[in-house]
């Protein structure tokens, strides 16, 4: 099936440093990807839209300087938390959608900012 | 604009049991998807299954079943013999044809008792 593969799983970061997550599909193209904020115990916040080829689509509130998303091929996206601080920590997921039945996640990445 | 409620924060059920959750939604669209996602302490997102629109029989798979309600915008997921390894959380979540973005859910906590 349809798999995107999310690195890293955890990340410890200092604070004002920034931290790359990457998300990769492995066995389709995925034009557009979504990545997605989660806080403990509570539901999937869309973070932006990626697509291949053009700049990302980013939700009322989220911060594009600070979120930075690239998505240079059709099977990698990356989201680059710059100048991170420890409000920034947070489980990062992202998702890819696949024609007709749906949509696709990464494992998800723990970022820890100390 | 589209949304999801699920209005039960936490349910729990006897191993072997049935249980319901249940997830009402809000669109315009005539044509649209519903999904439930699995996700489970690993936080990786799973398919439960998947209901479109303009089909009326009722998907299911394997001991999981959902009774979509269109005029009501109901769409619960009934988990029969449920197993310990159905704890996790379940998002539901709409997604109108065209559209791009999953519109999730706040979640429900299920716990399984032994």
């Known amino acids: 099936g349809a798999v995107v593969s999310q690195h890293p799983s955890r990340v410890i970061c200092k604070s004002g440093t920034s931290v790359k997550i990457e998300c990769r599909s492995l066995d389709f193209q995925a034009t557009t990807m979504f990545w997605y904020r989660q806080f403990p115990k509570k539901s999937l916040m869309l973070m932006a839209t990626?697509?291949?080829?053009?700049?990302?689509?980013?939700e009322q509130g989220v911060e594009k300087d600070k979120f930075l998303i690239n998505h240079a091929s059709l099977t990698l996206s990356t989201l680059t938390v710059t100048s991170a601080h420890p409000e920034d920590s947070s489980f990062y997921i992202c998702?890819?959608?696949?024609?007709?039945?749906?949509?696709?996640f990464g494992s998800g990445t723990r970022l820890t900012v100390v | 604009a589209q949304t999801v409620t699920q209005s039960q924060p936490e349910m729990s059920v006897q191993e072997a049991e049935t249980v319901t959750l249940s997830c009402t939604y809000d669109?315009?669209?005539?044509?649209?998807?519903l999904f439930w996602y699995k996700q489970p302490p690993s936080r990786q997102m799973i398919l439960v299954i998947r209901?479109?629109?303009?089909?009326?029989q009722n998907a299911t798979e394997n001991r999981f079943s959902v009774n979509f309600q269109k005029a009501a915008k109901s769409f619960s997921l009934k988990i029969s013999d449920s197993q310990l390894g159905d704890a996790a959380m379940y998002f539901c979540?709409?997604?109108?044809?065209?559209?791009?973005?999953?519109?999730f859910g706040q979640g429900t906590r299920l716990t399984i008792n032994p």
């Open positions: 990626s697509n291949e080829g053009s700049k990302a689509t980013y």
């Open positions: 998702s890819a959608r696949i024609p007709i039945w749906g949509y696709t």
């Open positions: 979540a709409c997604l109108p044809r065209g559209a791009q973005k999953l519109v």
């Open positions: 669109t315009s669209e005539s044509d649209y998807y």
């Open positions: 209901q479109e629109a303009y089909k009326q």
